[in-house]
């Protein structure tokens, strides 16, 4: 069901105020595009978790119990690969290389010396 004008411009005036008021939060609330599983990685974590189905079978009616356990790492190897959604990609500058992460993704240590440094600049 389609939002009325009035009611899309209360929600655009809620969203501006959310980022006023706490950016981080809105960020972490924010969708994209590319932060779901993506088709590729669900097929390929089945096909693994096949594989290591068979192996484990084959491992417990003929090879043995390694070459089973071997199977069961494979199939849940498989498995963990297909339900998760993989790393972000690091931006790009414009000469291709990849740029610096921002200070609150760099640790926990430079935060801190961030804010140590702030703290001093506001004293007189």
Do not use: C
């Not at 980022?19 to 599983?37: L, Q, V, W």
């Not at 390694?66 to 297909?82: I, K, P, T």
């Amino acid at each position: 069901m389609a939002l009325s004008e009035h009611e899309q411009r209360l929600l655009d005036q809620l969203e501006q105020q959310l980022h006023a008021e706490d950016p981080k939060f809105a960020n972490s609330m924010a969708t994209s595009a590319g932060r779901g599983i993506s088709t590729r990685r669900i097929v390929l974590g089945a096909l693994l978790a096949v594989v290591g189905l068979a192996v484990l079978l084959l491992g417990i009616t003929e090879a043995g119990i390694a070459v089973g356990v071997v199977g069961f790492l494979v199939m849940g190897a498989g498995v963990y690969y297909a339900t998760t959604r993989g790393r972000k990609n690091p931006p790009k500058a414009a000469d291709g290389r990849t740029e610096r992460q921002p200070t609150a993704q760099r640790g926990f240590m430079n935060n801190l010396e961030n804010k140590w440094d702030e703290r001093k600049r506001d004293q007189p």
